[in-house]
């Protein structure tokens, strides 16, 4: 290709994966897809299990952490995120949730009506193949796959009945638009592996002689003529390079380094910009504003009989017998990773739907991705979906390859501290209800001595920690709203050429886990630039 293509997309993860593969799939168009990290060779990205290996990984994943939160003791906290193709989706828990009609209709309702439910729900569709079958609500011919839990886990039954016991409905699909109720989750995989963005999306499209896949090749800046964006710079083998966009640059490096990449380049807070010497283009103040994430709370149980993944790990017989079951029949752990068990439920009263989400594991560690105990171990992990606390992502310098300061302000606001506390007093009332308190021998972490609120909102100072959700940071609205970054087309407000198409985009976050929100929005995204390119 030229030094010149119709289409740049920076970042190959869950949201530029698609987009690279819709926008040159009727060949009409020239698109060059930038990812900062390598191809997606490491076998561990495709075992699902094998997320574990990739948590920590130098190469694959950015490895940021947050600046002290006096919210959570002054403690850094660690954010993975993917540095691969595939992004986030190549390392992440392969948890398929789209959220509740609710988040949609809520982003319809602050100014962006494109967005609501009923007009996300055929992206959801179009994006899917499920296998729970056709139905109003799911897709049976899309890229990437929604993947049912076919064989049950003796824990896993135990905390289903158990909230059964409580008053949740045992469901097969949280999906539907209410995902109130318990169950198995369904993950993105496909015969037994990963199914990232790369796999679903780029994969079919490597061959295609209009795209163009640049690896290792970190953006550094946009190129911009006046308020308009007309390329990127970027560093690849130790050079700086640059490639010019002829229609459009589009931003899908994520709710970190999407805001960054618009600081560096002169769109963001002028106070912020003029501090560190960069030249306002157009002064946004919503950039690397409104940060949102889950913050997981993780109860840790010692389980009375050998029946967790735990036991299967610590042996050599073990691993050699989930290794060999995957080898064989793709399937066990190694198929399925962590978290099998799903519960969506209201832990304070005055919530009108589900606002606490449960990711039951059938092993246990100190840390997600960390080793596990060498007891027989289950986990419990509780984040609360809707949280009111907001935070910033903000340049540090000028200098593009220093990571952006991160500040999430978790338990901020009053209600995500009574929420979380809440949410640690039901996951201790579904382990103490039968039949799952026969299987439970103990408490591990916090502790039986954890008792009052005070000191359970402690332990979640002490022990919270991401669920890697982060979004906000570049949100949509309508330009009258001065912390609006795009409109509901996701064109950045006063710059032409430029879009963001990414979790950052979200007003507010979904009540759940972000993955497939965010290749729905960039499903979206590309029927949107589609459609403009034909007006032009």
Known sequence: MSNTVD?????????????????????????????????????????PIGYGKTMFHDTLNWGFHTDPDANMLGRRIYWPRGRTLGGSSSINGLIYIRGQRQDYDRWKESGNPDWGWEECLPYFRKLETNDLGAGPTRGTRGPLNATSIKTGHPLVEALIRAGEE???????????????????????????????TAV??????????NLRIETDAQVTGLLMEGTRARGVAYRKNGRNLALRAAREVILSAGAVQSPQLLQLSGMGPAGLLAEHGVAVIKDLPGVGANLQDHLQVRLIYEVGKPITTNDQLRTVWGKAGIGLQWLLFRSGPLAIGINQGAAF????????????????????????????????????SMCQLRPESRGTIRI??????????????????????RTAVAGVKYARRLAATAPLDALMKREFRPGGEVRGDDEILHFCREHGATIFHPVGTARMGPASDREAVVDQRLRVHGIGGLRVVDASVMPTIVSGNTNVPTVMIAERAADFILEDARTV
Not at 167 to 177: I, S, V, Y
Not at 356 to 363: D, R
Not at 364 to 371: K, R
Request: glycine share 10%.
């Open 200 to 209: 679903a999306y780029l994969d079919p499209a490597r061959g295609r002689a």
């Open 396 to 417: 540090r310098s000028a200098d593009p390859l220093q990571a952006p300061s991160i500040q999430p302000n978790y338990l901020d606001s009053d209600r995500d501290r």
């Open 345 to 380: 439920c209201r832990v304070l009263p005055d919530s009108p739907t589900a606002d606490a989400q449960l990711h039951f594991g059938t092993l246990s560690a100190d840390m997600a991705g960390g080793a596990v105990h060498d007891f027989s171990g289950c986990t419990y």
């Open 7 to 47: 289409y740049i997309v920076v970042g190959a993860g869950s949201a530029g994966c698609v987009l690279a593969s819709r926008l040159s799939e009727n060949g009409k168009y020239t698109v060059c897809l930038f990812e900062a990290g390598p191809r997606d060779s490491n076998p561990w990205i495709h075992i």
């Open 166 to 196: 409580l008053g949740l409905e045992r469901r097969h699909d949280f999906n539907e638009g209410d995902n109130e109720g318990i169950g198995y989750y369904q993950l993105t995989t496909r015969k037994g592996k990963r199914c990232s």
